[in-house]
């Protein structure tokens, strides 16, 4: 079955650097678009970063842009998020996901029937 597992979440201070991973299996990951979301405490889920099936198309949130590098390896069904000067404000539940629309779609509506990971927590500070 369709499975989505992530992984790399962790304790950082502010300022530091964390990379989550997302292994796909079940399905042909490398003709989806794959993304990552973020959901902060008592907050809806917001597309953070979303990457084409060759990875050649990434769409960024305003807030990570320059921060945060989606990136994929298709022949390991992995797709990554390289998380560098981490802030407070980035805690929260990191989900991956896949889907067939173009990244820039996917990022920005947050469809409940995108095939789900089950999350990994990323808290920022103490």
């Known amino acids: 079955q369709v499975q989505l597992v992530e992984s790399g979440g962790g304790v950082v201070q502010p300022g530091g650097s964390l990379r989550l991973s997302c292994a796909a299996s079940g399905f042909a990951a490398d003709l989806y678009t794959m993304g990552w979301f973020h959901q902060a405490p008592g907050s809806e889920r917001l597309g953070v970063a979303c990457?084409?099936?060759?990875?050649?198309?990434?769409y960024y949130q305003d807030s990570v842009q320059g921060r945060f590098t989606i990136f994929r390896n298709n022949a390991e069904k992995t797709v990554y998020l390289q998380m560098n000067s981490l802030k407070p404000d980035d805690t929260g539940v990191y989900y991956c996901a896949a889907e067939t629309v173009n990244p820039k779609a996917m990022c920005y509506h947050v469809e409940e029937n995108y095939w789900w990971g089950q999350g990994t927590q990323v808290t920022v500070g103490s």
């Open positions: 990457i084409s099936p060759a990875g050649d198309n990434t």
